[in-house]
């Protein structure tokens, strides 16, 4: 009789013993991984429907993908900025087009591309709009999420994200999500950007009331603001659309990527935004070693090429349509509330039944992976290659789940 050796108990305890716990996971060790699929280090197979935060929009080891990382790794990965490689402009020019902006500045995470786009506005407001040396203002929004960085983590209104990090980077200025009066007594001659995510994701997928993003676009556009789309969760597909903020029939003066556009292989961003923008950085103003680097750059161009078709948008609607039918079936029935569009949801289980991660916990015993956020939500992205069958079947487990 063979013995099966199960080897999650002590996987977790060496990551328990030789990491930092800035996360608490779920107690499940990933070890492959195909499609919206994967399959822990005993064998068993989960359903994806996290996608690494939306990192995953097209699935674990997509071929196309995968295909284009084999082909550089064989040629070159890495020159730095110091040279130009001939995937660079290949890429800046492909992602630039589907942005429909002019120039593109490659990075390599959310958070730095996040903080590029700050030191970008903030530069333009000095040298274009002519506000004071040290006092341009970035209006924000409550709830928000942009990364973990110093300066970052000094606008967020989240305490464990904030907490214990300062002192803080002034120069931001919180509004209400979703208040365009507030956006509007915010502004002053010193604003010069205004930065904002189309839908929260980190809130609990939180999409804004109809007509506010159209209203802060008015504004950005009368006080002479730059609108600032952070689309690194929202953005590449997610949503039904390349863009969360095409909902709203609004176009940013500039989009800040990323997850998505690293084809869950190597971390991508980027900012994007038209010549009279991102032409205020002159060289030696701000770079990064790894930025643009020809691997990062092979996977991106191959990221464009799979959204300029719009399939994978086409399949977010469509199969996000499946999903959020199914997810309110359930409200009244264990679930309180259902958010979000397309493939992306945040879904409230009743407090009375149990929080977010004991949600999450039993889902995963059930063989589907989630993620809970502030108490009772959890937080549903599967990739864009799920199936119908997938959506069903995650259903299925999250309605016995809450329903138990």
Partial sequence: MTTVEFRTGEALADAERWTAHNYHPLPVVVAEADGAWVTDVDGRRYLDFLAGYSALNFGHRHPDLIAAAHAQLDRLTLT????????????????????????????????????????????????????????????????????????????????????????????????????????????????????????????????????????????????????????????????????????????????????????????????????????????????????GNPLACAVGAEVVRLLAGGEFQERSARLGARLHDGLNALIGKGVVAVRGRGLWAGVDIDPALMTGRQACERLAERGVLAKDTHGSTIRLAPPLVVTEEDIDLALTHLAAVVQG
């Fill in 80 to 291: 730095s900025r110091a040279f130009v490689h001939d995937r660079f402009a290949e890429f800046c020019r492909g992602l630039a087009e589907l942005c429909g902006k002019d120039l593109v500045l490659p990075m390599n995470t959310g958070a730095e591309a996040v903080e590029t786009a700050i030191k970008v506005a903030r530069k333009w407001g000095y040298r274009v709009k002519g506000v004071a040396d040290e006092r341009a203002e970035i209006i924000v929004a409550s709830g928000n999420f942009h990364g973990r960085t110093t300066t970052i983590v000094s606008f967020s209104t989240d305490p464990e994200a904030r907490a214990d990090f300062g002192p803080y980077t002034p120069g931001f200025v919180v509004v209400p999500y979703g208040d365009v009066a507030a956006v509007r007594d915010a502004i002053t001659p010193n604003t010069v950007a205004v930065l904002m995510e189309p839908i929260q994701g980190e809130a609990g997928v939180l999409v804004p009331p109809a007509g506010f993003f159209a209203g802060v676009r008015e504004l950005c556009t009368e006080h002479n603001v730059l609108m600032i789309a952070d689309e690194i969760q929202s953005g590449l597909g997610r949503t039904g659309k390349t863009f969360a903020i095409e909902h709203d029939d609004v176009v940013p003066d500039m989009y800040v990527l990323g997850k998505a556009l690293g084809g869950g292989i190597v971390p991508v961003s980027a900012v994007a935004a038209d010549r009279n923008v991102l032409g205020v950085l002159r060289p030696g103003e701000h770079g990064s070693t790894f930025g």
